[in-house]
Structures are given as C-alpha cells and as structure tokens.
C-alpha cells in the first residue's frame, strides 16, 4: 500500500494540521505545512476532521436499502413485526449478500468506518446471513470493518435448534452471540440467560442482548444479566441494546442499576429513538458504563426509517436528551467517533499515530456545528483509503 | 416576466407531467412530453416534485445564522431563555435584516416557499424587528412568501406598553398579533386574552398563541381560547402554537377539547419536538382542525438545533407519532406541503393551474421515500423563479 498525505484538516475543528498516513495506519499528525510529501497527496481543505463513525449497533443483512420502495406492515408490536419478517422476507430476497453490500456502502457514504451488527440467526435462515455478511464486508475490501453478533431474532429456546446455531455461529467466529427479551419473547428469562452465558464461557464470545422490555420486567433481566456477568467473569464482554427499561425507572432505582452495570463492566448501546425515555448518560459516564451509538436497522421490514447516517443518529441523541452547552453536544459527538472503539474491539479510536486511518471531513465550523447540521459527508477515508470524494462513493 | 417549461416531473411521484408557468402562476399541467415549448425550459428529469414546503411556525427575526459559532447559555426554563435573549441578543446584532435575509435563504435552499414567522416585539426592540423582517423579504423579491404574527416574546400585561405595540403593528398590517402563556408568562390569563382579542376584533387581524404550559394549566387557556374565539367571531383566525398540553391530557378530556377546537375553527401549528407528547392527530383531522407543521426558531439564542429544512420537521412529527404505513407518511408530508395553505392565507396550494408556481424537485422514489430520507432539495421554483438549481441557491 502506498503512503499518503492528508494535508489541512482541522481534528475537531482546532487547528488545522496534516496527517500522514502509511498501510492503513496514521503514522504522523503535525501543524499543517509541516508534513513530507507521500506517494499520494490529499488536500483537506482546511476542512473539520473526525474519527471515521462506528455504528454500534446495526442490522445490516435485514434491508431492502436499493430496491423499490417497500410499504410497511404488520402488526406495530416486537412480536408482530418479527412475525411479519418471517413472513415477507423471502419476497425481498433477505438476507442476501447484495443486500448486505447496499447497507455497508450506504454507511461508508455517511463516514461510518466501523460497525458492530446483529444478523439474524434463525431456523429458516441458519448462518446464512453472517456468510452473507461477511462475504459483503469482503467485496468492500475492507473498508469498513464488520464485527458480527449472532442474533436469534426469532427467539432461542421457543426455537428449539437455535441456540445449537448460536454455538455454531461462536465456534465459526462470531464475536458475540445475541439475545432477546428472555423474559417476553422466551418467556424462560433464567433459561434463555443461562443458555446464552454456557456458550460465551465455552467459545469465549461475548453477549449482546436486546432487551426490549420496560419497567420493572426490564430491570429484574438487568439484574438476571449482571449477576450472570459477574459470576462469568465476562466484564467487558456484555452489552444491553436499546434496554428501554433504565430510562423509565424511578431515580433510586435507576441509580443502582447503573452502578452495577458499571461494577460489573456491562456496556451500552441505543439507537435513541424519539419516543424513548431518555437515559441517564451523566450517571452512567461517571459509573463507567461504555455507551455505544447505533442506527438499529435500516429500511427494513420493521420500520421504513433510517439511511445509514450516525451523524443523525448522534443529533438524534442530542435532541432527546436536551444537550445544549457545547460540552454536551461535543459528547454527542464522541458517542459516535471515539466512544465506538470498545463496540469493535479497538483499543484506541482517535486521529491519532497508531490508529487506523478512518476519517470523515466536513464542511463545518466545528463538531458543534456538524451535530445540529448534519451536512454531507465531503471526504471519507477508511482504513486509508479515500472511500468517498466530493460527496461521492468511489467503493 | 418570461413564461417557463418544467418539463418531465413527478408530482407526488406519479406519472411524469410538463408544469406550464407564465407570470409566476402555473397555468397548465399535462402529461410529459405533451406541453408547448415557452420563453425557458426547465428540464426536470423524471424527479419527484412536491409543492413548495411551508413553515406555519417560525421566528426568522432572532437567528444568529451565518456568523461564527454561539455557545448556548441560559437556564433551560421559557423564563431563563428569554431573559438570556434579551440579556444577549445585542451582542450579535439580533435581530438584524442580514439576520432575517440569511434565515429566509435557508428557508428556500430546503425547498420553504411561504412562511408564517413570529416577531419579537418587546420594549427593547419595538416594531424594528418586523421592519427588518419585510426588508429582508424584499431583498429576496417576495421568492418566500412571509406572513409575519407580531410576538410579545416578553410577555404583555407584565410590559407595559407593548399591548400598544402590538396594536400598532395590526395597524401597519401584522397579519396576527401574537400571545405568550397568558398564565406562566402574565400571570393574568383572562387579562392577556382579552386584551389581544380586543385588539384582534378592532383591528381585524388574526391571534397566534404560544402556548408552553402543560397539563391542566393549559386546557384552561384552550377554553379560555375557545369561549373568546367563538364570542368573537374569530373562526379561522386564531392558532395556538405548541400547545403541548392537548398531547398530554387523558383520552376523554383531550377529545373535547379536539371537538371543541375544530367547532371553534381554531387551528393549530407544532414544531415537533422530540421530548414533546405526542398529538392526537388522527382525531384532529376528523375534527377539521387545520395543522400545520413549523420549524421553530433555528440556531437562536434559545437553542443551537436547526437549519430551517421543514422536510425535516416532517419526519420529526413522522417519527414521534410513529407513522409507518405509506399513507401515514404521505400525511407528514401533506403537512408540511399542501396543508400549510391556510396558515399563510392561500386558497389552495398545490401543483394545480392557478396555484403560485412553488415547486421542489427531489431525487426520490415516490413521497415516502422522500420523507425518510430528506435528502438535498436538487430543483426550487419559487413564485415561478427557479432560486435552487443543482443544490446551490441562486438568489
């Protein structure tokens, strides 16, 4: 690979400096005009410069992104859509690779360089998704970096055969396996849990569980999830998706959650949809507790929103939790960039020597500024390459 | 003025037609391919084309739009943020008519071709910033239309004076006089209403109340609102603006107080805002209130979120009420297009012979598409004027 020169960008809209770049790597950042040449020469146009965005939680084998617009149906429940997904997916041809390939190209396009996402493990589909997954991630030659949590939408133990498909898919390199409301879909809380944390230890993977379920029902799993955490010695190897629960508990309680999940190394991730209660993000900072932010699925047969933007996503998280000093909106922004990097298992996600050269530029003041606006993505270079150009997709 | 060819569009995503335009009216609509040629063409490329989008809800006059970046400052209350405006506007020249020209061109960069905007009058700036307001509008050449409510943002009974302000700007020709909180702000709910609705009779203007209180609190203003509306013969003259408590009442009251709104001819604009509850719209429409979609102040000394992008807004509402089927979001959409009509006083307001020529071409599939994505606004013809051409604003 040959080396490059990013000249005159602003980290984080400070002063404008040059990056240079060697094998995919950033290998030097210094006050612009003080850079050597490279083989390649990249002008940045003075430009903001951002971490390139990790998406934290995706669904990337269940879109339809790229083909003709598909109406919603079903039933407006947790229960009622994957029902309805069972039942249409097949007309769509989900999953499928081309599938996979449109909503990973769509996240280049918006800056994301990184994402961890569920693909739905099942008994009509098998393992079919994450080869699909995988052979999509390939075809983009590793733009943008995949980790693939095995995810048992359709339920584990009501689905007698699933959860010997989780283990298969932990033994094949899933980096995690997944859950889902153990208490309303499974109705066997303790047993889905107990099954889900048998495989970790045995594989060695971690857990991801999507824990729909509110109130009180949601924080007796929490509780189910920490103890279980704890006694595995999986510290840093769990994470609660959506969790809806935390934010709609009363403060005393929500407060001793939060500490445990910190005590015991659980993270976070949220899509931050607009109707959710919000979360507690101060308390959890200070507890320690990683939070991770995600655009869910995208224009799929559980809702028609969403395109792929974490920037939006980021906004989104902003607005549903007042955030207004600068402070705030810049943690926004971290939530996005630099706060992903536990989600894919980086060490240190930063524009930063050492670091993978994963960069977004935009037209914008400052970080500030790009959160409340959102613009197009000018410039994206994953992995060291220029992916996007002049608001383009060249992959 | 010439007459113009907008040829090859898809209204609402149909078939694709010719849109004849002489004197800034459109005066035909025929299937594509079919029109005569006329003084200029437009080619449309097959794009989706929607009305122009009006914003029933905005403040143009208090944006500190175009200049560097302004840290958010202020107690998070309405009491907090007023006073920290009046506290800072002066400091960056609010308002100003390059402050009110750079928010109306962001207005029509997105597609906005007729607005409604409040407009601060208080005891500091007096009627200035109406003045600035219709300068601003002037230099654009009446592309957007903006229909101004004059706003006592710092209340009324409590500021001496400014009730003869508001008389004043009636007299000059403020479409609306505005109100505030009759209760938190005033402390005189039945004072405050009686005095804007003397005036509103006298001087045959129309009334916009911002109304932020809650729960009970504001019911009681809506009947206050209602009883004076109908004593005074003000149907389809008056408007409460956010109105927050109707989304959080229980059932029966909310649906009397829905029947009453729509019996009293009292229409109603929303900004969508995440945190907010959500409205009951589909009995709104039963009950023929008019709604209309607005974007708020953007990027004022209130809040540093917006870019005055209504499509936007229209997917806020979309979300928050969590629309789905294809006729939902063909709703939001219609909010944000066609049924802004009566809040900016027009008969109709359609891609219709007769209707002003205010057209936004979008590259998208059909309206839905549009919704979800938002994506850039590639074609603007306002009042017959092409000002959006490829993206970039040309006026």
């Known amino acids: 690979m040959t080396s490059s020169l990013l000249a005159n960008v602003r980290p984080g809209g400070g002063d404008p400096v040059d990056v240079v770049i060697a094998d995919g790597v950033i290998t030097a950042v210094s006050p612009a005009g003080t850079a050597a040449d490279q083989d390649q020469r990249i002008d940045g146009r003075g430009l903001l410069a951002l971490p390139g965005f990790v998406n934290a939680h995706a669904h990337v084998d269940k879109s339809w992104w790229g083909q003709p617009w598909v109406s919603y149906g079903g039933r407006p429940t947790t229960q009622g859509r994957i029902a309805h997904e069972r039942a249409e997916r097949d007309k769509y041809g989900i999953p499928s690779v081309a599938g996979a390939t449109a909503v990973l190209r769509e996240f280049l396009r918006h800056g994301t360089t990184a994402t961890r996402t569920h693909v739905d493990v099942d008994l009509g589909v098998g393992l079919r998704g994450i080869a699909n997954v995988r052979a999509a991630a390939a075809a983009l030659d590793g733009a943008i970096e995949v980790e693939i949590v095995a995810f048992p939408q359709d339920g584990v133990l009501r689905r007698p055969g699933v959860l010997e498909l989780l283990d298969q898919a932990a033994a094949e390199g899933a980096t995690s396996i997944g859950g ?216």
């Open 180 to 395: 889902l409301d153990p208490a309303s879909i499974d109705r066997d809380p303790v047993g889905q849990l107990d099954a889900l944390f048998e495989i970790a230890v045995r594989r060695g993977a971690g857990i991801d569980i999507h824990l729909h379920d509110g109130g009180d029902l949601g924080a007796f799993q929490y509780e189910l999830i920490i103890e279980r955490t704890r006694e595995a010695g999986l510290a840093r190897k769990v994470n609660v998706s959506h969790g809806f629960a935390l934010g709609e508990l009363a403060p005393a309680r929500q407060a001793e959650l939060v500490e445990q999940l910190g005590a015991a190394g659980i993270s976070w991730t949220t899509v931050a949809p607009v109707r959710s209660a919000p979360l507690p993000w101060r308390e959890m900072r200070a507890a320690g507790v990683a939070v991770g932010l995600g655009t869910d699925g995208i224009r799929d047969l559980w809702s028609p929103y969403g395109d792929g933007d974490l920037l939006q996503v980021a906004r989104g998280f902003a607005r549903l939790h007042g955030l207004r000093t600068d402070e705030e909106l810049a943690y926004a922004v971290e939530l996005a960039t630099t706060a992903g990097a536990p989600f894919v298992h980086r060490e240190a996600h930063a524009l930063v020597p050492g670091a993978r050269a994963d960069i977004v530029l935009i037209d914008a003041e400052n970080v500030q500024d790009a959160l409340v606006r959102a613009p197009r993505r000018e410039l994206v270079v994953a992995g060291g390459q220029v992916v996007v150009d002049d608001g383009e997709l060249l992959v």
